[in-house]
């Protein structure tokens, strides 16, 4: 038995594992390649995968670093079932559908930049091929064992990450030997709003772990809203804009229920809110749809009466036109638009319009991938290149840890020594050199386990 990293080695996005056993192949997660110079080549197909002779996918969760090589994958001849929870099935749809809108656009752009005689760019899939995937999804539940594949049986747990995410235990049985992998996906922090709290795994003879914050905790979640509550006060004084780039599944909706918190509580009462996402707005009612999934506080929210997902601030911006009157408005006023990294969707044309202004307020809300625009501004870039035009950053720029939907280091070391008994192996993925390292040395002392670091296109024998 034996498995290959597509992706998410060494690195934060691209998670794909191809898993060869005697008797079946499977992929656990295909995801896109985001942010970095390679990723371009990185999303070309891989060979290696041969479509039509896997047996399944087995996806953790709807983010584009995880599903978003799915419709190359159909597009390429795969016709197996892809398993994953209901809740991912429906926001998968979006987020891969807006994919394929934004890389048409993106395409369109840059052949209007394009230098004679450069060949024309291609998006990596289109709407057709989303569609061709989306046929493919079978529904799972969690804590049910399914068989996936033969000799294979799989079991998804809530991961606490986003909606309908999971972790999954992969329970192997060949020539009278049982084998179980444990995939983390990607873990939550405990005490998210709206979502339940990550569920450990029971057992894992081989632990894949993600590392995203492998070498830092996140600020508190009451220092995080408090220093959100000063820029605001600042942007009051200055009647600035607070642009907030926000992935539009997870982040989007714990924003808009800390948003209303503090509505209630007077303290945003007179600060509009725009969500300027399609796609958040859309994710944002499949939420709603999905309360099921809810923590104990958000379903007794709704079942006082309250909406922890709305108040009377709070505007939404469906169209393009509508998203173009609020480069005119005067602020006080929040937006929120896609996408998280600033890598694409409409916040890079509020940045376009805004990045200049020293009355403008950035808030980043998320991990920014190395390459991103996000990133660079983080990083302190005076200077940014937007749509082929150079913009100057005098605006504020802030980072906010404490809405991560990732774990820090503390969650990961406590969620993964709830495996007991300890994984004969421990492999580290999803994480970048730095934060990797760290999370292995406080492994290595804390649990007496010592994590591997497989780089892409690296085959490890189980």
Request: aromatic residues 10%; glycine residues 6%.
């Given at each position: 038995m034996k498995v290959t990293f597509f992706g998410a080695a060494g690195e934060v996005t691209g998670s794909a594992y191809l898993l060869?056993?005697?008797?079946?192949?499977l992929l656990v997660d295909f995801g896109l390649h985001q942010g970095e110079p390679e990723a371009e080549e990185h999303n070309v197909f891989p060979p290696r995968v041969e479509p039509d002779r896997l047996d399944a996918v087995l996806l953790t969760h709807a983010h584009i670093d995880h599903s978003g090589r799915l419709p190359m994958l159909a597009a390429a001849g795969y016709r197996g079932p892809i398993f994953t929870t209901p809740a991912t099935r429906d926001l998968c749809e979006i987020l891969l559908k807006d994919a394929a809108f934004l890389q048409s656009a993106d395409a369109a752009r840059a052949i209007a930049y394009r230098k004679p005689g450069e060949p024309a760019p291609k998006p990596l899939f289109d709407e057709t091929d989303v569609e061709l995937a989306m046929r493919l999804f079978r529904p799972v539940r969690y804590e049910e064992g399914t068989e996936v594949a033969p000799g294979i049986t799989a079991r998804w747990v809530d991961a606490g990450h986003i909606l309908g995410a999971a972790s999954i235990e992969v329970t192997v049985e060949d020539a009278g030997r049982t084998i179980v992998l444990g995939f983390s996906g990607d873990i939550g922090p405990t005490h998210q709003p709206i979502i339940r709290d990550p569920t450990p795994l029971r057992r894992a003879d081989v632990l894949f772990l993600e590392s995203t914050y492998g070498d830092r905790d996140h600020r508190t979640r009451e220092a995080t809203i408090a220093e959100l509550e000063s820029i605001l006060e600042d942007c009051r004084g200055c009647k600035g804009k607070i642009l907030i780039p926000?992935?539009?599944?997870?982040?989007?909706q714990d924003l808009i229920f800390e948003m209303g918190r503090m509505?209630?509580?007077?303290?945003?009462?007179?600060?509009?809110?725009?969500?300027?996402?399609p796609m958040a707005i859309e994710a944002t009612e499949l939420y709603r749809q999905h309360c099921d999934l809810f923590d104990g506080e958000t379903r007794e929210m709704i079942r006082s009466g309250r909406a922890p997902l709305n108040f009377p601030t709070l505007r939404f911006s469906r169209t393009g036109e509508e998203s173009k009157r609020l480069n005119d408005m005067q602020g006080p006023v929040i937006i929120i638009a896609g996408s998280g990294m600033a890598n694409g969707g409409r916040i890079v044309h509020h940045f376009k319009h805004n990045l200049d202004k020293p009355?403008?307020?950035v808030i980043f809300v998320g991990y920014q991938s190395q390459g991103t625009l996000g990133r660079r501004l983080v990083d302190g870039a005076s200077m940014v290149r937007i749509h082929g035009q150079e913009v100057a950053v005098k605006a504020t720029i802030h980072t906010l840890g404490g809405f991560s939907a990732h774990a820090g280091q503390s969650e990961l070391v406590a969620w993964a020594m709830k495996v007991q008994p300890k994984p004969k192996r421990l492999i580290l993925t999803h994480g970048e050199p730095k934060a990797r390292d760290a999370l292995r040395a406080v492994l290595r002392e804390r649990w007496g386990v010592d994590g591997e670091r497989p780089v892409l296109g690296e085959t490890y024998e189980l």
């Open positions: 060869e056993t005697p008797r079946a192949r926000s992935f539009a599944v997870g982040r989007t509505y209630r509580d007077g303290r945003l009462k007179d600060i509009p809110v725009y969500i300027d996402s009355t403008t307020r």
